[in-house]
């Protein structure tokens, strides 16, 4: 009488029994799960000194007043020329190499999201219909007949589980791979920017000399006529006519040289930005430029690890960290599980009729015994992370030489400028003496030449000092990781 319910208690208890197993299992494959074969990340050491050099080169190091120290400092804020400002801007719309390296970053990303989608199982479904005839001779009865089956499943398909941490890693991988592609379009666009600001400095540069040069053909033409009507009438020697004919014709090779310098320049300005410059947006020269903003690097060398360069890098670095963690776990069994649920029936109207309901659970598992090449990969792969580990050690190097170098002439172009602009005073100062005292017959025309020459040559000092000073402080923004649209200098970084 009380068996019924005997029954139904021994049900309940196996039901309690199979539940607390499932709980086990899904414990212990969560505990699996967890296990990862890569070795833990450690940033390494910057190979570098914690402070920038001194000495009487680094002068100026210190932050001045005016300056900033905001390595970040958006390119719109730095040039605060309007007309350069919209060159820059149609550069970074238009300019190709631009193109491919965001491109480079969306293929990056789809990488990632094929390798992350590799620890979900992908569900399928399906659906079979077969109908064929079996001849006497092959029947179980001995009698000839047809046969059909349908089926409807929903299932998984080799399902790789994680235990040890391959998949993960290989997704840890791609993701490494994508971020530092994102440093990578970060700098090229930095790349783009100066560039940019160099070619239209340069440009004004050149048309400054241009300028310049056409200037000194005007006055040297002016002094051979006045010394060919001389020569004339007996009052000047041909020596004097020759010599100042030697400065006319080198005055022509400047002008013509100049021209074609600013017509390369205006090409390639026009490559970097994809398309022609309108003529209104080109500078004159260096005078009508608005300088960017003085900026100073402070007194720590860190900020140099946040170069999108040097995060470029390290995620390289730690994606052939990952890798190693993948090619462990190769060593490793590898557990699959293909599982489907679904209806079947000989007749198609009777498909989801009750009692036509199957399954299948198939776990497989594959145990390397003794493969060679597997134990290849893992130093190889060893051997990569050293390689990844002494690039990102010789990129930190590389960016300290780089700003070392323009605190370098950052320090000491003041002081050639002023240096400079004594030397162009003087020069100007010496030809006007020189060609009164030509006029008054008091020294020969050599003396005048020389003069002019000299003059010439600090005038062309000058302004290419100027150029310099200008293209420092562009090169001085880039290389402490400047230029970027991106805010703040930790982005991306660990």
């Known amino acids: 009488m009380n068996r019924p319910r005997l029954l139904k208690r021994t049900h309940q208890g196996d039901n309690d029994m199979n539940r607390q197993r499932f709980l086990l299992l899904i414990e212990i494959l969560i505990l699996l799960t967890g296990c990862n074969m890569a070795p833990k990340y450690t940033k390494p050491e910057a190979p570098i000194p914690a402070n920038w050099p ?53 293929r990056a990303q789809a990488l990632y999201g094929i390798q992350r ?93 241009l300028k310049l040069a056409d200037s000194t053909l005007q006055t040297q033409k002016t002094s051979y006529n006045l010394i060919r009507r001389r020569f004339e009438v007996g009052l000047t020697p041909e020596l004097d006519l020759h010599q100042a004919q030697t400065r006319v014709d080198a005055a022509r090779v400047d002008v013509a040289r100049y021209t074609q310098l600013v017509a390369l320049d205006v090409n390639a300005l026009n490559l970097l930005v994809g398309s022609a410059v309108p003529g209104e947006l080109l500078p004159t020269n260096l005078g009508g430029v608005i300088p960017p903003k003085d900026i100073s690097p402070g007194t720590s060398s860190e900020v140099l690890l946040f170069r999108p360069d040097i995060l470029a890098a390290e995620h390289q670095l730690k994606a052939a960290n990952a890798n190693i963690g993948a090619a462990r776990a190769a060593l490793f069994p590898r557990i699959s599980l293909t599982t489907s649920i679904g209806t079947a029936s000989s007749e198609l109207s009777g498909l989801f009729d009750s009692g036509s309901d199957t399954w299948s659970f198939a776990p497989n598992i594959v145990m390397p015994i003794f493969d060679a090449r597997t134990w290849s990969a893992l130093k190889a792969i060893t051997v990569e992370r050293e390689i990844a580990l002494t690039q990102y050690e010789k990129a930190i190097q590389t960016a300290f030489r780089e700003v070392a170098d323009n605190l370098a002439i950052r320090g000491t172009i003041n002081e050639q400028l002023s240096a400079q602009q004594s030397l162009a005073g003087a020069a100007a100062e010496t030809y006007r003496l020189s060609d009164m005292r030509y006029t008054r017959g008091i020294d020969s025309y050599l003396g005048v030449l020389d003069a002019q020459r000299s003059l010439y040559a600090a005038q062309q000092s000058l302004i290419s000092l100027r150029l310099a000073k200008l293209a420092n402080q562009v090169k001085l923004y880039a290389v402490l990781g400047g230029g970027g649209d991106q805010p703040g200098i930790h982005q991306g970084g660990s």
């Open 54 to 106: 001194t000495g009487a080169a680094y002068k100026e190091i210190k932050t001045m007043p005016g300056t900033t120290t905001d390595a970040e400092l958006r390119w719109r804020e730095f040039f605060t020329d309007e007309r350069l400002q919209t060159i820059i801007k149609t550069a970074l719309d238009n300019n190709r190499d631009l193109k491919l390296a965001a491109l480079n970053v969306q």
């Open 117 to 209: 989608a590799e620890l979900l199982p992908a569900l399928s479904a399906s659906g079979t219909g077969i109908k064929q005839r079996v001849p006497a001779d092959l029947s179980s009865d001995g009698q000839a007949k047809t046969t059909e089956r349908y089926d409807v499943n929903l299932g998984i398909i080799s399902w790789e589980i994680d235990f040890f941490g391959r998949i993960r890693n290989l997704k840890d991988q791609a993701l490494e791979a994508f971020m530092a592609t994102e440093q990578a379009h970060r700098s090229t666009q930095i790349l783009i920017v100066s560039s940019v600001a160099n070619a239209y400095l340069t440009l004004a540069a050149d048309r400054e000399i």
